[in-house]
Every structure is written in C-alpha cells, then in structure tokens.
C-alpha cells in the first residue's frame, strides 16, 4: 500500500517539479550562451574594450545574473512552500479527510510524502548544482582560452575537465599534507549530507505542520511558525558562510598551486 500512496503522491508533485527543472534549464542554458559570447573573456582579461561592448557585456551579465538569482529562489524555497502547501491541504483540510479513510496507517501517509517530496527536493539540489558547476565551467572556458591564462589549457591540450581533475587533485594533496583534511572523505560525508539533508528539511517542515494542528485556532499559521522556530535561514546563512569559507581555502591554494601572476589567479 505505501507503493500506491507514493504513486499518487508522485502524480500530483511531478508537474510542479518538472516545471522548476524545466525553468532553471532554460536560464542555466541562457546563462552559459552569456558567457560564451564574443567579447564576455575579453572584458574579464582586458581594459581594452570599447565603451558599447563594455555596455553589452556588463548588462548581460546583470540580467542574466538578476534572473539565475530569481530561479534559485523561486527553485528551492518555492519547491519547499509547494510541498508544504500540498501536504497540509492533503492531511488537514477536506482532501486530507479523504485520504485519513484510506486502509492505511498515519505512519504510511507520512513517509510516503516524506520519501517523495523529499525525491523531488532532492532533484531540485541536484539541478542548482549542475546549473552551478555549468555556469562556472562556460566562464572557465572563455576565460582560459585568451591572454596569459591560456597557456595553462596547452598544458592539457584544451581539456578543461583534465585541468580540474588536476586541479582539485593538487588541492587536495596539499590539504591534508599541510591541514591534515582528507578532500575525499570531506567530499563523500559532504555528499551524505546533500543527499539526506532534502528529506530531513521535508521531516521538518511536515512535522512543523503537524506540531501546528496542536493550536486551536490559526493551526496553519502555527505550523509556520513552528518551522520558523528552527531557524531555517540561520542555517542557510551558516550553510553559505561554511561554502564561502572553502571557496576562500580552495582560491589560496590554486593560487600556491598556479601561481599569482602568471594565471591571473
């Protein structure tokens, strides 16, 4: 029986889903045809661009940038207000007293929704890091192909990604030669995290939910709050604090690794 209600579940959350993938696609793909076009490189390496191309460059890049940050958020907090909204209406309103007469157990109503929303928040992550790692990779690639910073890709005959492989190889060595931090086994628990951490937050915010029926009045309003009390935006902000961190970590070391001035880093 938990197969069939994580079918239906799944049939009434894969449109919105597929929607917001579709949607941070198009802008991914948008993003990337930004940074490839003639003149983006130029102006990262050079002061030498005309005023018009400087103008093109320098928009593109503040809309495509306004929009990437719209489908991000519309991406990962409006997934989780969707499927916040879809478990409270289908638990506690008229279409939730239909499914509590269902031959099921409360327990199975839950964790089907917990497992499928979870799944669908999942591929949402996944998508935002693709979309990511996509961005970053286009600029790389435009970048490394002009001026001085080009030779480091005649190094790997034009091979961008043996050039990562490479470099994150470099930079793991030296942090655990120099930091005592193995990279892999930081990457394979940071992984762990990435996988386990949707279906914790759907834990959280349907049990909030749930906590909030305890009210006798506003009960939805009290869920809210109840999710607010664990101070998810504190955690995002941690979260983001603990990633600029490493960025900073991973940019001095690619710089020991490459040099300051002959790449540009």
Same mark, same amino acid.
């Given at each position: 029986?938990?197969?069939?209600?994580?079918?239906?579940?799944?049939?009434?959350?894969?449109?919105?889903?597929?929607?917001?993938?579709?949607?941070?696609?198009?802008?991914?793909?948008?993003?990337?045809?930004?940074?490839?076009?003639?003149?983006?490189?130029?102006?990262?390496?050079?002061?030498?661009?005309?005023?018009?191309?400087?103008?093109?460059?320098?928009?593109?890049?503040?809309?495509?940038?306004?929009?990437?940050?719209?489908? &991000?958020?519309?991406?990962?907090?409006?997934?989780?207000? %969707? *499927?916040?909204?879809? #478990? @409270?209406?289908?638990?506690? !309103?008229? =279409?939730?007293?239909?499914?509590?007469?269902?031959?099921?157990?409360?327990?199975?109503?839950?964790?089907?929704?917990?497992?499928?929303?979870?799944?669908?928040?999942?591929?949402?992550?996944?998508?935002?890091?693709?979309?990511?790692?996509?961005?970053?990779?286009?600029?790389?690639?435009?970048?490394?192909?002009?001026?001085?910073?080009?030779?480091? &890709?005649?190094?790997?005959?034009?091979?961008?990604?043996? %050039? *990562?492989?490479?470099? #994150? @190889?470099?930079?793991?060595? !030296?942090? =655990?030669?120099?930091?005592?931090?193995?990279?892999?086994?930081?990457?394979?628990?940071?992984?762990?995290?990435?996988?386990?951490?949707?279906?914790?937050?759907?834990?959280?915010?349907?049990?909030?939910?749930?906590?909030?029926?305890?009210?006798?009045?506003?009960?939805?309003?009290?869920?809210?709050?109840?999710?607010?009390?664990?101070?998810?935006?504190?955690?995002?902000?941690?979260?983001?604090?603990?990633?600029?961190?490493?960025?900073?970590?991973?940019?001095?070391?690619?710089?020991?690794?490459?040099?300051?001035?002959?790449?540009?880093?």
């Amino acid at each position: 029986m938990l197969g069939k209600l994580m079918k239906y579940e799944w049939k009434n959350i894969w449109k919105a889903g597929t929607l917001m993938l579709l949607g941070m696609f198009i802008v991914t793909v948008i993003g990337c045809v930004v940074l490839q076009m003639p003149g983006v490189a130029e102006f990262f390496d050079s002061n030498d661009v005309n005023g018009a191309q400087a103008w093109l460059v320098i928009s593109s890049f503040a809309a495509i940038l306004i929009l990437y940050v719209i489908m &991000l958020l519309a991406s990962t907090w409006g997934m989780l207000i %969707f *499927l916040g909204i879809r #478990f @409270y209406r289908s638990m506690y !309103t008229d =279409e939730g007293y239909l499914s509590h007469t269902l031959p099921v157990t409360a327990n199975q109503l839950f964790l089907s929704k917990v497992l499928v929303s979870g799944v669908w928040y999942l591929f949402i992550s996944i998508g935002i890091g693709i979309s990511v790692v996509a961005l970053v990779v286009s600029l790389m690639t435009g970048l490394l192909n002009i001026g001085e910073l080009s030779g480091v &890709l005649i190094q790997y005959n034009g091979n961008i990604w043996e %050039f *990562l492989a490479d470099a #994150f @190889y470099e930079l793991g060595r !030296t942090y =655990e030669e120099e930091m005592g931090i193995n990279l892999l086994h930081y990457g394979i628990t940071l992984l762990l995290t990435y996988v386990a951490g949707p279906f914790i937050t759907m834990v959280t915010l349907f049990g909030a939910l749930t906590i909030g029926q305890l009210s006798s009045k506003h009960k939805g309003l009290m869920g809210i709050l109840a999710y607010a009390a664990d101070d998810p935006v504190f955690h995002h902000r941690k979260y983001c604090t603990e990633c600029l961190h490493v960025w900073h970590k991973c940019h001095e070391q690619l710089r020991r690794i490459f040099g300051n001035d002959q790449y540009g880093l």
